[in-house]
């Protein structure tokens, strides 16, 4: 099992363009999320998805959109980069039920100029 | 609004020391307190954790203390290890509907000295 991944590692955006940050899945979990992660504040759920074509917003879902429509498959994508986003971002997935293990990817990190 | 309170921000101990990292949340529904711990360019990985009917759990040389009137909890490390150095986040859990959404604290730096 490869867990969790995603791509790119790193990449870096200048204001005002789009891009899309991939994560993917083989542990057949119904449960994916994806959090940024900035220094002092911990991490901060973005948005989440009970399942293939549910998703729901989290914490801070501005400057975000997400779609799930696979199980494996959970894209963020960011529909024009501000410099406020720079961040590591990390997907995470989990069976659905009390007490899971949230599994995380390894991150991307990125800077917007 | 900071639903999850951590401390210290950093730590530094000395090897074979106790290391002790506090949390204290707000929301009394919470129902499930993980501690992750996470290594310089990976993704968190759970370390232990506890559900608010039990007051301790131990697991090697981790044991999570909870308190449930104060609302708080603590990760306490024995025997500390410079393998150990690393950046713990608790967290709390809240079930909504059929999800488990994470509320993280915001992290402690531990450096455990040789």
């Known amino acids: 099992n490869a867990g969790v991944t995603q791509t790119p590692k790193f990449q870096v955006l200048k204001t005002g363009q789009s891009m899309t940050l991939q994560c993917a899945q083989d542990?057949?979990?119904?449960?994916m999320s994806w959090y940024r992660q900035d220094p002092g504040m911990g991490l901060r759920l973005i948005h989440y998805?009970?399942?293939?074509?549910?998703?729901d917003q989290g914490e801070v879902p501005n400057g975000y959109n997400v779609s799930r429509s696979t199980t494996e498959d959970f894209p963020l994508r960011l529909l024009s980069a501000a410099p406020s986003q720079t961040s590591v971002y990390f997907c995470a997935s989990s069976y659905v039920g009390v007490g899971e293990t949230q599994y995380f990817g390894p991150g991307t990190r990125l800077l917007v100029l | 609004q900071q639903q999850v309170k951590q401390s210290p921000q950093s730590l530094i101990v000395q090897k074979g020391g106790i290391s002790i990292i506090n949390c204290a949340y707000e929301n009394t529904a919470f129902d499930y307190f993980p501690w992750y711990q996470q290594f310089p360019g990976k993704g968190p990985a759970l370390l232990i954790a506890?559900?608010?009917?039990?007051s301790e759990k131990k697991e090697g040389r981790f044991t999570i203390s909870f308190n449930k009137s104060a609302k708080q909890f603590s990760l306490h490390i024995m025997d500390s290890q410079p393998g150990d150095s690393a950046t713990y986040f608790c967290?709390?859990?809240?079930?909504?509907?059929?999800?488990?959404?994470?509320?993280f604290g915001s992290g402690t730096q531990l450096t455990v000295l040789p």
């Open positions: 967290a709390a859990g809240l079930s909504s509907g059929s999800a488990r959404q994470l509320t």
């Open positions: 998805s009970v399942g293939a074509g549910i998703t």
């Open positions: 506890i559900r608010p009917d039990v």
């Open positions: 542990m057949n979990h119904e449960y």
